[in-house]
């Protein structure tokens, strides 16, 4: 039988892996399309910044997602999975996914007001169920990347 070195096993319950084969569907498409939608309506509503650097949107769109994704559903809630509590479900939504969440939702209370801070619980249950089905993180950063862009880029739009 072979043995995998803890740093395998580390990287395999952080999630980084490659997707499970199958595991990114039709549906993930849609979900993906209907957030760049959403994102895009929000952004354009939004109000626009005085200024926008290259710096801040590369930072925004792709550096915060990409480690925000990598400590939440990768980190946390793959610790978070390895327990029995964690994995326990609750309306289809394993409590890992749902404490994760929770936590995303609170760090963004530090710079958001209280309405956009709550309204990532449903952006990040997603995330975590695609993290869940494809025992990957390249869903989520994936999703959380594209969110964003669609907000950003809305909401940076008229200042071009």
Partial sequence: EYMLSPPQQLAIEAGLTRPRKGSLDGTFVTVLLVGAIVGGVLGSRSVQPDSATPMM???????????????????????????????????????????TSLAFVAIHFAQHSW????????????????????????PCILMHIIFNAAFFMSLLLPLL
């Fill in 57 to 99: 949107l590369v930072s925004l769109v792709l550096w915060q997602p990409l480690i925000e994704e990598l400590l939440f559903r990768g980190v946390r809630q793959g610790a978070l999975l390895r327990s029995v509590t964690g994995a326990r479900k609750v309306a289809g939504l394993s409590i890992a996914n749902i404490v």
């Fill in 115 to 138: 309405l956009w801070a709550i309204g990532v619980i449903v952006p990040s249950l997603l995330f975590g169920h695609y993290r869940e089905r494809a025992g990957s993180v390249a």
